[in-house]
């Protein structure tokens, strides 16, 4: 398992509602973690790693000595309020960063890796890290609500992200669209139905 990046399929794919919490889900979000901390990040999303499931992990201390480690699956957002501007970067972009609106408040639904269901009003660093590993699941990129005048200032770093994807497909490093696509058919088919 790795973090692919930008523009890789999968980081566009629609993510599907987790049916069955298995010892084999449980090994992936503990390798999501590893993934995330050794790659200095705060929240890392299941397309991020290439994986079609509606489930992200995010330890907002990007400490595993400290802070909680949370498993949001099949997360639902609801009655956002407020606004507040803040710099975002995603381990799938790394080092690009840009300024994102996003509501201050909001209110979250999920399930946690032992089934019990998360029910929370949050603001602040949390919310904005939650919003952002929720677009994850929609295939929503951070560097979609950027202003255009930011989009401007880093169009040079996606044209080589996109540049470096390319050769990576010519060599054939990474699959076809539709191989890529009967790949992640197949993973849903183990955990989603
Ligand atoms: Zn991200």
Known sequence: MKIIHYPHPTLRYKSKPVTRVNQELKEIVREMFQLMYQARGIGLAANQVDLP???FVLNISGNPEEGEERVFINP???APKGQAEAEEG??????????????????????????TEIDETVDGLLARAIQHEFDHLNGVLFIDRISESVKRNIDGQLYEFENHFNALVKSGEIPSVDANNKRLAEIEAKFCS
Do not use: M, N, W, Y
């Open 53 to 55: 499931l509606q489930l």
């Open 76 to 78: 639902v957002i609801s």
């Open 90 to 115: 995603c381990l799938s972009l790394p080092e690009v960063e840009g300024t994102v609106l996003r509501p201050e408040k909001i209110h979250v639904s999920a399930f946690d890796l032992s089934g």
